[in-house]
């Protein structure tokens, strides 16, 4: 008789457990990537009052069963929904981040700064030293950092991500090495006749990021020769301008005396201008006018820093120490055919470019040139055509985006790739690869244990963590941005559960009265 009433108090015990749990799952209906628990009956033991018997084929008598009587229930097992993903939440935020699970089930890595813990959550902020932290806990969200040989991603064990640092906060500058001339040159322009020639400016910058701007000035090649000057012109540097608006070459380029009087200034050699294999600085002879006459000068500065020309007639070695590269009979002159005004070459030799050899040109005017880089000017897209009289010639840095040199960049905004791959914007046009967010996965999820605050440690049944993790994107699972995990609790059946529990608990309580009436009829069997 008293069995009834330990086994019903077991039922009691267990349903209550399994009430526990159910109002644990609806109270956390809203929680940021909670995952369901469920509750597992199981069997207490047996009290076997006959034990079992075989068969005698020989008496024929039969087997018989054991006699045994149920002592009750207990809980069998607490079990995690882990692997079942909530519902995507959009947020807008960029640091909101959800884990989409292909073939595993993945866990953001963060730590408290002396152990590691595994989470779901996504909800991330940056805190005041520049961390990515958890927006419940403020502890931080780990991963691997660039390898500042390479720039890449260096797969090691996982560290906190500090995606402000100092060193994140601007980005180097570059030094333009490209530039594209396009647009229309009409002959009819009044500045293509003009003494300063047409001219178009090239904006730039070297490699500590300073802004210049190069002036070209285009002008009717004039050699005398009528038929081979047509729909040809010279290209020369005029100016190189810094942001303070002082001419590199006005300060530093003296006058040349030639031919015993005659003047003619050193950019005006700058297409024919080189260094011969001794040293000697080499030019082409020019004219009043600056075109060249077909011979070479060789140059010489005096000690009181004057440009004489020290012969004429001198052998010039070619392409070397070019301001522009190119045969050096053609250095500069721009063709177009006279048929059509489509672009031919400029340097001759079907060249589509000419380089801007800044570097060693000032650094041999006086002029420092170390923080330049060559500069290739491409001409393929120019015409030479009737514009009613107007010239819309320019040339702009870079080639398809690349080679336009760069300002050095403050950091604007950070993103993050469905890879995990943190980037980080800069006002100069940069994009830069920051740190990658690592995550953790294991070979029996489920048997991660909960230490609140949406966040679980490893036991000895779910499997250790290396210290590294895996990048999210090797199985096909990726992080989305703007987006958090919901909760997966399901109401209707939690609710549904919450009836039988009810059911369960109310049927255990009826057999404690039951029992209870018996007892008192036995004790009744006195009076």
């Given at each position: ?115 590691n813990f595994f989470t779901r959550s996504g909800s991330y902020y940056v805190d005041g030293n520049g961390f990515l932290c958890m927006t419940s806990t403020g502890y931080t969200l780990m991963g691997w950092q660039i390898d500042p040989t390479t720039g890449e991603i260096k797969k090691d064990t996982v560290s906190a991500l ?256 469905s890879s995990g791959k943190i980037f980080g914007t800069y006002d100069n046009g940069n994009t830069v690869l920051l740190s990658q967010i690592a995550v953790a996965q294991f070979s029996n999820a489920s048997g991660l244990e909960k ?77």
């Open positions: 008789m008293m069995r009834s009433l330990y086994s019903a108090v077991s039922g009691l015990k267990t349903h209550q457990t399994r009430m526990d749990v159910i109002g644990n799952n609806i109270a956390n209906v809203n929680t940021e990537a909670f995952k369901s628990s469920r509750v597992t009956f199981t069997e207490i033991m047996y009290q076997t009052t006959s034990s079992a018997s075989g068969g005698n084929a020989a008496t024929g008598i039969g087997g018989v069963n054991a006699k045994q009587i149920g002592l009750g229930v207990s809980t069998g097992a607490t079990s995690i929904a882990i692997t079942t993903a909530g519902a995507a939440e959009t947020t807008g935020n960029p640091f909101d981040l959800k884990l989409t699970d292909s073939q595993s089930t993945n866990f953001f890595i963060v730590s408290d700064g002396t152990s500090q995606v402000m640092s100092a060193d994140n906060q601007t980005s180097a500058p570059e030094a333009t090495t490209l530039a594209k001339a396009s647009g229309v040159l009409d002959k009819n322009d009044p500045n293509v006749s003009s003494e300063d020639g047409y001219v178009m400016t090239l904006g730039f910058y070297d490699d500590l990021g300073y802004a210049y701007t190069a002036k070209f000035s285009i002008r009717p090649l004039n050699t005398g020769d009528a038929a081979y000057d047509k729909a040809k012109y010279t290209v020369a540097l005029a100016s190189i301008l810094d942001s303070n608006g002082v001419d590199y070459l006005e300060t530093y380029n003296d006058m040349a005396t030639q031919n015993g009087g005659t003047t003619v200034s050193l950019n005006q050699l700058i297409c024919q201008y080189q260094k011969n294999e001794n040293g000697d600085v080499i030019g082409r002879a020019l004219d009043a006018d600056g075109n060249p006459t077909g011979g070479n000068v060789v140059l010489e500065k005096t000690a009181a820093g004057d440009w004489v020309v020290r012969e004429t007639g001198a052998a010039a070695e070619p392409n070397l120490y070019d301001l522009i590269n190119g045969p050096q009979s053609d250095n500069c002159v721009l063709e177009f055919d006279p048929d059509d005004g489509k672009f031919v070459s400029i340097g001759g030799a079907e060249n589509d470019s000419i380089v801007l050899n800044l570097r060693d040109f000032l650094s041999t005017i006086g002029a420092d040139g170390s923080n330049f880089k060559d500069i290739e000017v491409d001409f393929s897209s120019c015409k030479n055509l009737n514009n009613s009289g107007t010239s819309t010639m320019n040339v702009l840095k870079g080639i398809n985006g690349d080679g336009v040199g760069k300002k050095l960049g403050a950091l604007t905004g950070l993103s993050v790739d230490v609140g605050s949406n966040c679980y440690q490893t036991t000895l049944n779910s499997g250790d963590f290396d210290g590294i993790g895996v990048e999210v994107s090797a199985d096909g699972s990726a992080i989305s941005t703007g987006e958090l995990e919901m909760s997966n609790v399901d109401l209707s059946a939690q609710f549904t559960d919450m009836i039988i529990t009810q059911r369960g608990f109310q049927a255990n309580s009826r057999v404690i009265t039951t029992s209870d009436t018996l007892l008192e009829e036995l004790i009744n069997l006195k009076r």
